[in-house]
Nanobody, 118 residues
């Protein structure tokens, strides 16, 4: 079992930046493939970014590529999402997730709200 807690959300103007963090409870954090997802009101949850276990390969959704950067610190059991050049359409609840096998996500955080004003 992995407990995930997101932080860093808030209100920002368009063009601004936010850095989300996700803290994991387990010392074996490095064995999990980590991802960020988001869900806007009335919409389905969308993939934002993911990062592999130790080699640090990264993957991004089309709408955030070039603006968002995912990173991880296995020593601190954390994963971050640096979000730059934010747009109103980035407004959503952002969720951190952990995957054991690297395919489906097994554990989810409660989410953190990001609101981008125009």
């Amino acid at each position: 079992q992995v407990h995930l807690v997101e932080s860093g959300g808030g209100l920002v103007q368009a063009g601004g930046s936010l850095r989300l963090s996700c803290a994991a409870s387990r010392q074996s954090f490095g064995s999990y493939f980590m991802g960020w997802f988001r869900q806007a009101p009335g919409k389905e949850r969308d993939f934002v970014a993911a990062i592999s276990r130790s080699e640090g390969r990264t993957y991004y959704g089309h709408s955030v590529r070039g603006r968002f950067t995912i990173s991880r610190d296995n020593a601190k059991n954390t994963v971050h999402l640096q979000m730059n050049s934010l747009k109103p359409e980035d407004t959503a609840v952002y969720f951190c997730a952990a995957s054991v096998q690297g395919s489906e996500y097994d554990y989810w955080g409660q989410g953190t709200q990001v609101t981008v004003s125009s």
